[in-house]
């Protein structure tokens, strides 16, 4: 599995955008990168994926680096119900399933 | 369009009893994934249903078993519960099961083992 590495935690105040790093070095061509977040104790929200170019939805931008080593997921105006665990997730070509990692605890500030 | 639902919301079951779970899948999704999250960790997977057939599965042992039904609604099922099957059980549904098809997750049921 394509490996990824986030900040453990952070902190961002409310109103401000809210910039989420993951690092995916080993990733290949066709793999996609997904987002999820888990607020406390409630089920997996999906946020937003991409293969290699900038996506954008309602809820997040997805900044993908053109090497596809890296990527960014943007939170543009973070408010307080934004606190969460955020999920960055390579899924490779034929795997049905997702593999979490520890994943980044967002904490927003007032 | 509703989206996956799971239940009970929470259950309390002894070592060694069984305990079946429930979830049905968001409309026009064939395919339900299961997943077991222990307190301060990730979703692992247990396995996935495509069509009413098994399709993958995760490390979990034998007495972790599932079912889906033709309107894609699924179960788990555990035996012989131990202590540390007490954790937060996810299902997600697809509209497949690629990896580009998303996963779509339900609330959970919160598992405790005593």
């Known amino acids: 599995d394509a490996k990824t590495t986030q900040p453990p935690s952070m902190d961002c105040a409310e109103g401000r955008a809210a910039n989420l790093p993951c690092n995916h070095s080993t990733i290949s061509g066709n793999e996609y990168v997904y987002w999820y977040r888990q607020i406390h104790s409630q089920g997996p929200q999906y946020i937003i994926h991409?293969?290699?170019n900038n996506e954008t939805n309602e809820m997040a931008s997805l900044i993908i680096t053109e090497d596809r080593k890296s990527s960014t997921l943007i939170l543009p105006h973070a408010t307080l119900r934004d606190t969460a665990v955020y999920y960055c997730?390579?899924?490779?070509?034929?795997?049905?399933?997702?593999?979490f990692g520890a994943g980044t605890t967002v904490t927003v500030r007032a | 369009e509703t989206g996956v639902t799971q239940s009970p919301t929470h259950l309390i079951k002894t070592r060694g009893q069984q305990v079946t779970l429930r979830c049905s899948s968001q409309?026009?999704?064939?395919?339900v994934s299961w997943y077991q999250q222990a307190l301060g960790q990730g979703p692992q997977f247990i396995f996935q249903y495509y069509r009413e057939e098994e399709n993958g599965r995760g490390n979990f042992p034998p007495r972790f078993s599932g079912l889906q039904f033709p309107n894609y609604s699924s179960e788990l099922n555990v035996n012989a519960l131990e202590l540390d099957d007490s954790a937060l059980y996810l299902c997600a549904s697809s509209p497949g099961t690629a990896f580009t098809d998303t996963q779509y997750f339900g609330p959970g049921t919160r598992l405790t083992v005593l």
């Open positions: 409309s026009g999704h064939n395919t």
């Open positions: 991409g293969l290699k």
């Open positions: 997730i390579v899924r490779v070509n034929n795997d049905y399933k997702l593999s």
